[in-house]
Each structure stands twice: as structure tokens, then as C-alpha cells.
């Protein structure tokens, strides 16, 4: 084989390597998308079969964190990418965390729904009151997963500041959960969990904002956290 066929041939494996480590990623946040939507309904319905599976399966997802992350190591090491290459590892490595973390708040989601479920038999108003921030952040890594998939800056940009809603809705949340404690302090247990279930709703929210934020990283070459996206917008989107 001549110097330019090799040079093809491990041209068209490299490329093979990256799109096999973006596909897995698409893979682990379906797998996450699905975890948070069936622990949030666990939660909603006090589904205890669900909950159980759904502290389960996290094993999944750590499982397939640390597959791609030794593909990324793998890359790194033996092909030593440069430019967008090497941003899309960095990307990569980066979304798996998050990821990996939206997965453990979706285990605390199918845990805490089984306490709640033993706590009170009836049909407590917390379902109600968690449904709307719930679907919220749902909707949010859902988005933030295409955006990720399709590397759309604009949409990745309007998705984070999403964000402000989810967190307005889980402040009142906080809110009215503070009011019920002070007019029944017999239910602190209760009450103290479902304070933590929304805490880990918001919390998705945080991490699809990341993700969001490594999609600009990827594609424009710039690290944005810690700036307002307010002044990325003007900056990236108002370019011709």
C-alpha cells in the first residue's frame, strides 16, 4: 500500500472511531432521557415496579460512561487529534459526565419515590406540584441532546435559557413545600424528600445547560461557561 492509500486508510479509520464514540454518546443519553422520564413518573404515579427498576439500571449508564471514556483515552493516545477532532474528545468526555450524573439524580428520583410511596398511602399534592418542573426539565435534555446530535449552536443557545424557567419553578416550588412544613411539621420526612426530588430535577436542568454549552464549544471553538448567554447570543448569532 503506497503512502496515499495508507494515509486514506487510516484517514477512514479515524473518521469510523469518532463516529462510533458520537453514536454511543447518543446512546447513553437515550438511556439517560429514559431513566429521568421513568423516574419521574414512578415518582407522579407511586410506582414502586418502576422506581425499582429505574435505581437499578443505573449501573447502565456508568457502564457505558466508562466505555467511551476509554474510547476517548484510546483516540487520544494513539491517533493525538488536533483541532475539531480534539474538541469533539474533549466535548465527548465532558457530556458523558453530565450525563452520568443526570443518571444518578434520575436513581434518587426511583429511591425517593419509593420512600414517599411508604411514607403516605394517600395521594399526596407534591405529584401535582413536581409534574410541570418535571416535564420542563425533561424537555430540556430531550432538546439539549439534538442540539448535541445535530451541532446547532442557535438552539443550544436558546435551550440553556430555558434554565431560567426551570429554575423560577423549582424556587416556588421551594416556597410552597416551606409553607407546608410550617403549617404541618409532623410531615418533615415527607416534606424533606420531596424537597430533595425537586432539588434533583433542577439539578438535570443544570446538566442539560452543560451540555448546551459543550455543543457551542464544539462547534465554534469557544469555552462559554461563566458568561452570560445573553452575550453569546449577540456574539455568535448575530454573525452573517
Known amino acids: ?15 469510523k472511531e469518532l463516529e462510533d464514540i458520537r453514536n454511543k454518546v447518543l446512546t447513553m443519553g437515550g438511556l439517560v432521557e429514559q431513566q429521568v422520564s421513568n423516574g419521574l413518573t414512578a415518582l407522579l404515579e407511586a410506582d414502586n415496579d418502576l422506581a425499582t427498576d ?28 488536533a483541532a475539531s477532532d480534539l474538541r469533539l474528545i474533549v466535548a465527548v468526555i465532558k457530556v458523558i459526565t453530565d450525563l452520568e450524573r443526570i443518571g444518578d439524580e434520575a436513581e434518587k428520583l426511583g429511591r425517593f419515590s419509593r420512600d414517599l410511596t411508604a411514607l403516605s398511602s394517600d395521594a399526596p399534592s407534591y405529584r401535582k406540584e413536581l409534574r410541570h418542573l418535571g416535564e420542563l426539565v425533561k424537555s430540556m435534555l430531550q432538546d439539549s441532546l439534538d442540539a448535541f446530535a445535530r451541532l446547532d449552536v442557535e438552539a443550544a443557545l436558546r435551550i440553556a435559557q430555558r434554565d431560567k424557567d426551570v429554575n423560577r419553578e423549582y424556587e416556588t416550588l421551594e416556597r410552597l413545600l416551606a409553607t407546608h412544613l410550617v403549617e404541618d411539621p409532623r410531615q418533615v420526612s415527607k416534606l424533606f424528600k420531596i424537597t430533595w426530588c425537586a432539588r434533583a430535577l433542577e439539578r438535570i436542568g443544570d446538566h442539560s445547560v452543560n451540555i448546551c454549552e459543550y455543543v457551542v464549544y464544539l462547534v465554534k471553538g469557544r469555552d462559554i461557561r461563566h458568561t452570560s448567554i445573553d452575550q453569546i447570543k449577540s456574539e455568535f448569532l448575530d454573525q452573517p
Open 1 to 15: 500500500m503506497d503512502k496515499l492509500h495508507l494515509d486514506q486508510h487510516i484517514s477512514h479509520q479515524f473518521n
Open 54 to 81: 429505574v435505581a437499578q439500571k443505573d449501573f447502565e449508564v456508568n457502564r457505558l460512561e466508562v466505555e467511551i471514556d476509554e474510547e476517548c483515552t484510546h483516540v487520544l493516545a494513539k491517533r493525538q487529534p
